[in-house]
């Protein structure tokens, strides 16, 4: 994927397997085909490797060497390799939100993983899931143990690396960061979990279980999705089909119809 002259490739980690049922409130006669044959969706979790001027981003963390019955991760490292990225190549990561199919690579075994990378984290889900150990204690220490390498994030606008700004997107979770990469009059806003799934680009009422306040989470869902509309604009959630960017195609009648772009 490309904006204008800065690059954006998918380093995949694995999958996440989830239920029609985690969206509160949801119909899916119109959306069977994101379904499979069991009536499930398995959706990517990874990462994005953005390449600007000279620096190397990582956005998100994947979820790690994980095998249980919602995730099965452990390939983000080769992955990166297969692009060519090292982990100590990193600079800069930014990660949308402390769910732990977002930060699963930040450290293993109380280390930091990207040993030269300054690691963004949204304010507010630093208080929630490591001051007040929302997650569990065993989440925050595993953030403990890289918080020097930690750079906290509590407003719009701050540019994190040449065409790479943050948007605070919270509902989701608090602190929930989105990054807004700019380059000429094209422009892609990186969602984290904003959105889980297509269906929810038109479905913005539909919560997902995992929102920890699901009415803020629809609010900011809808104004994304109302801002996708506007030309030379796209969208990048983490768990769309092959991580891959989403158009909004508005129609002559009727809400505007998304392509994969
Ligand atoms: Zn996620």
Redesign the pocket.
């Known amino acids: 994927m490309r904006v204008g002259d800065i690059s954006i490739e998918a380093a995949f980690d694995g999958t996440?397997v989830l239920l029609p049922d985690m969206w509160v409130g949801s119909d899916w006669t119109e959306h069977q085909h994101l379904l499979d044959a069991d009536g499930r969706m398995v959706v990517p979790?990874g990462a994005f490797v953005v390449r600007t001027g000279d620096r190397l981003v990582l956005l998100d963390a994947g979820v790690g060497d994980v095998h249980d019955e919602m995730f099965d991760g452990g390939e983000l490292m080769t992955s990166l390799r297969q692009l060519g990225v090292g982990a100590a190549d990193i600079d800069t990561i930014v990660v949308s939100h402390l769910?732990t199919?977002?930060m699963g690579w930040l450290e293993q075994e109380g280390r930091p993983t990207f040993t030269n990378a300054t690691v963004h984290i949204g304010a507010a889900d630093w208080d929630h899931f490591v001051v007040q150990a929302q997650g569990g204690r065993k989440r925050a220490a595993r953030l403990q143990a890289i918080e020097e390498r930690v750079e906290l994030i509590d407003r719009d606008g701050v540019t994190i690396a040449p065409g790479l700004t943050t948007r605070l997107t919270p509902g989701h979770t608090p602190g929930h960061l989105s990054t807004v990469i700019s380059s000429g009059d094209e422009r892609m806003i990186v969602l984290g979990?904003s959105l889980h799934c297509p269906a929810q680009l038109t479905e913005t009422e539909w919560e997902f279980v995992y929102d920890v306040d699901p009415a803020l989470a629809r609010t900011t869902r809808a104004a994304l999705v109302r801002e996708a509309e506007q030309p030379g604009t796209s969208l990048l959630p983490?768990?769309f089909p092959g991580m891959q960017s989403a158009r909004l195609v508005p129609a002559s009648a009727g809400p505007p119809s998304w392509v994969l772009a």
């Open positions: 996440a979790v769910h199919d977002h979990d983490c768990h």
